[in-house]
């Protein structure tokens, strides 16, 4: 018989899709799983939960495999729960270990990610109070502590500019899509 080209390629597509959801799916879960949260300090500057990480992990990668492998058979219910509530923990951690000492922008990066959990999961508890905490974290470092008055990121450093600079905007954009409202201060500066 006659193979559809166009047919093959979706079939081989999604077989090759699917290879990656599930290998994402085992990752996540055994990250979970071999990495608690620590139930008393802010992990230290260790690999897991050293509070850099702790955002990094938030603010982009684990949200942009999470919507791409959503709607993956590969993906489980039992992954899903422990990814909320890993979640749960690590919104708890830029919660509790907030330090407004640093001038780097370790502190972007944990409040973008605090964004990313309370406004993707608003029916998370305390989402609001998660996101209202996060843009009002993002308005202190964008109008006092990161920025210039001229737009540039006080790191001096061109990485670190486009860094700030597309977290900065992402949690404004995250915000606009969903119908939310940012600080003014916050939306000025950015502009």
Known sequence: GHIDPDLFDVFM???VYEKYAKEWNN???GWIEDSPVPADNDGGWGAQWKMI???CRTMEPWFETFFSFLRSPSFGIDTFIMFLKSLVEHAGQVVRYNDVTTTANMRVMQGRGLVNISVCFPELKRSTEWRALAYERLTDEITARQ????GAQKEHSPSYHET????FS???ELALVNG????DAFR???E
């Open 13 to 15: 597509w999604e077989k």
């Open 188 to 190: 000025r500066q950015l």
């Open 53 to 55: 990480c702790v955002g």
């Open 180 to 183: 939310l409202a940012v600080p």
């Open 27 to 29: 990752q996540l879960k």
């Open 147 to 150: 920025v210039y008055p001229d």
């Open 170 to 172: 992402g949690a404004y």
């Open 164 to 167: 700030c600079a597309r977290l």
